[in-house]
């Protein structure tokens, strides 16, 4: 559950696992390249990560992401991990980065609860498949790492629930970015990835 923001906009404050505040940087401000990303690292020769830091809804991101090419020209689209092995590789790029911003920082990737995606806002939560959004390949509990007690699709007043998914700093001092559910209407910046061959 999110906590108040300071006044500068810069970070958010949640319970940590010991009962105090924990924070979350929604704004990365670290320098950009010419087509305004941060190259964040590649997974062997197959794909490139790419942080946008535009604070943007998830729809926003999912644009945003496919407007953008890889230096060889190839379309990008907004962060999945096929397996667990990726997620981890992800987290380790993300931890070793220059740009610690990064490291603490709830970030979008490319996950989506099956159900919003298929339908009008639904007045109910439903019990929900998840889904890549760029690949269509679906990933359940042993696909992906969440974070403790995610995803729980939590509804807001206006009956918003958490349908979308974002990677979010874990285990303070943070050692790794699990997934955690969240309202898509909120604004984090994003990771994009592109195939490298």
Not at 46 to 75: D, M, N
Request: aromatic fraction near 12%; charged fraction near 20%.
């Amino acid at each position: 559950m999110l906590g108040q923001i300071d006044t500068y906009n810069r970070y958010l404050t949640t319970e940590g696992d010991n009962g105090g505040p924990e924070a979350f940087y929604d704004t990365i401000t670290c320098d950009t390249d010419d087509d305004g990303l941060i190259r964040i690292g590649s997974l062997g020769f197959r794909k490139v990560y790419y942080a946008a830091p535009q604070k943007s809804t998830f729809i926003e991101c999912h644009r945003l992401c496919r407007g953008k090419r890889t230096k060889l020209g190839r379309q990008m689209h907004l962060a999945e991990f096929l397996n667990l092995e990726e997620q981890y590789n992800f987290s380790n790029l993300t931890f070793t980065h220059n740009c610690t911003d990064i490291r603490q920082t709830e970030l979008w990737v490319g996950g989506i609860a099956l159900d919003y995606l298929l339908s009008n806002s639904p007045r109910q939560v439903p019990t929900s498949k998840w889904i890549w959004i760029h690949s269509g390949k679906s990933f359940e509990d042993g696909m992906g790492a969440w974070n403790p007690g995610e995803p729980n699709r939590v509804v807001q007043l206006n009956l918003e629930y958490e349908a979308c998914v974002m990677v979010r700093p874990y285990s303070y001092p943070y050692s790794r970015h699990g997934l955690n559910d969240a309202h898509c209407s909120a604004v984090r910046p994003c990771v994009c990835e592109g195939a490298i061959i």
